[in-house]
């Protein structure tokens, strides 16, 4: 039988956040993997699972073993196309055998929580990534969309920004635990988000 990796996207944390197809197939899996949090809230009792960590090829033969008799249901945070397990999987499996059900990423609700259209946008991911000067640099009108990490923090990127030639009133809004119940979102500027609250890991939006 010709079994398949389904990989789904999970949302940006709420589970109200989980579009309905891939929650049926998160419901109708007999095996899950995904991070320690999603299996503890979404895995029913006693389903074969692996957590997802840092030893992407241990999780990568898991899902080969398994496949040669079940499908596997891959739950990713956000939308599996931004900066997920996707490409690990692409690189190691062909690609009928990958299904992928769309999710709602941070970003997405992020431009959606300031009611700004993102079509436009820059987006940047400096989790766990060294920013590309390019990049960084002041446009007239420029949007950015930036997923921020330890390294990184709302303070550095604004200093990062400021050195790149972008006004100190330049307008940043700092989105943080978005779809929760202690979701906050603090509208700044870059001269006062290097002074202010540090964040390590929410989305920031800079806007020209």
């Not at 993997?33 to 503890?40: D, H, I, N, Q, Y």
């Amino acid at each position: 039988m010709d079994y398949k990796i389904i990989i789904v996207g999970i949302g940006p944390g709420a589970p109200e956040y989980i579009v309905p197809i891939a929650k049926q197939h998160i419901d109708n899996a007999k095996v899950l993997v995904g991070s320690k949090r999603a299996l503890e809230t979404l895995a029913a009792p006693d389903i074969t699972s692996k957590i997802i960590t840092g030893d992407i090829p241990s999780v990568i033969s898991f899902i080969q073993a398994q496949l040669y008799k079940q499908d596997v249901v891959v739950m990713v945070s956000g939308d599996p196309g931004y900066y997920s397990l996707l490409a690990a999987l692409r690189r190691s499996f062909p690609l009928k055998k990958l299904q992928v059900i769309p999710g709602i990423s941070s970003m997405q609700l992020a431009f959606a929580r300031l009611a700004l259209p993102w079509q436009a946008a820059r987006l940047l991911s400096l989790h766990g990534r060294k920013p590309d000067e390019h990049s960084l640099y002041f446009t007239e009108g420029a949007i950015l969309g930036i997923l921020t990490d330890t390294i990184y923090t709302s303070k550095t990127i604004a200093e990062l920004l400021l050195r790149h030639n972008w006004p100190r009133t330049t307008k940043a809004y700092l989105c943080a635990r978005l779809s929760y119940e202690n979701e906050e979102i603090i509208e700044t500027t870059l001269e006062n988000a290097v002074q202010t609250k540090e964040f390590s890991h929410c989305i920031m939006v800079v806007t020209a």
